[in-house]
């Protein structure tokens, strides 16, 4: 499976953005999926995750609130929305398939990753 995250880019503090990722080839709606973000020089950290019916999500603590996560099945695509904004939301953004029906928040819990997209908060 090939995944294509897109919808990043430079907003203000407060702003909002929703990030897309797209799978394409040997897909699969048994999986779970989820997004991490990577900030300069720091690790690569869990953001959410979403089973695969869509009725289970998870958060990280950081983004519980203003975050939410997606997936709409007939598009193959799943979302994250962004609201309220901060500068510590600044990394580049990865979208996963979980190698699990459910999504873990631990990055060997996953499989496929995409090529991620920048997002970056001015304050």
């Known amino acids: 499976v090939q995944l294509q995250a897109s919808g990043g880019g430079l907003v203000q503090a407060g702003g909002s953005l929703r990030l897309s990722c797209t799978a394409s080839?040997?897909?699969?709606?048994?999986?779970?999926m989820g997004w991490f973000r990577q900030a300069p020089g720091k690790e690569r950290d869990f953001v959410a995750g979403?089973?695969?019916?869509?009725?289970?999500?998870s958060y990280a603590d950081s983004v519980k609130g203003r975050f939410t996560i997606s997936r709409e099945y007939a598009k193959n695509t799943m979302y994250l929305q962004m609201n309220s904004l901060k500068p510590e939301d600044t990394a580049v953004y990865y979208c996963?398939?979980?190698?699990?029906?459910?999504?873990?928040?631990?990055?060997?819990?996953?499989?496929?990753w995409g090529q991620g997209t920048l997002v970056t908060v001015s304050s």
């Open positions: 996963a398939v979980a190698r699990q029906a459910v999504a873990g928040s631990g990055a060997a819990d996953y499989k496929s």
């Open positions: 080839g040997r897909t699969s709606s048994n999986n779970g």
């Open positions: 979403i089973s695969w019916n869509g009725r289970y999500t």
